[in-house]
Nanobody, 120 residues
Framework: QVHLVESGGGLVQPGGSLRLSCAAS????????MGWYRRAPGKQRDLVAT???????NYADSVKGRFTISRDNAKKTMTLQMNSLKPEDTAVYYC??????????????WGQGTQVTVSS
């Protein structure tokens, strides 16, 4: 129901910045809560940041103060501005869209992921 495509990943030096984008199609974007997750090799996929339809945000402690999540419902896009990047931020970053219907049934969709590598 929702097709998500991430972009903006790449190689960056420690302390540098990177901006990830997620483009959505095929649904009513404004009804979905959105989020960024990441998965390092050999690790589970962890939450990075989320943003509700109304714009309420929350962040993992490890990125708080360094990353900023935002969304543009008109453009059906979501971004993750990453500053002061650390090698520990190296991971595949995934865009997520989630909605809950009237029966409190949750539907989640994922993008293909984009690689972020922080290294000197």
């Amino acid at each position: 129901q929702v097709h998500l495509v991430e972009s903006g990943g790449g190689l960056v030096q420690p302390g540098g910045s990177l901006r990830l984008s997620c483009a959505a199609s095929g649904s009513i974007f404004s009804l979905y809560a959105m989020g960024w997750y990441r998965r390092a090799p050999g690790k589970q996929r962890d939450l990075v940041a989320t943003i509700t339809s109304g714009g309420t945000t929350n962040y993992a402690d490890s990125v708080k103060g360094r990353f900023t999540i935002s969304r543009d419902n008109a453009k059906k896009t979501m971004t993750l501005q990453m500053n002061s990047l650390k090698p520990e931020d190296t991971a595949v970053y995934y865009c997520n869209a989630k909605r809950t219907n009237a029966n409190h049934e949750t539907f989640a969709y994922w993008g293909q992921g984009t690689q972020v590598t922080v290294s000197s």
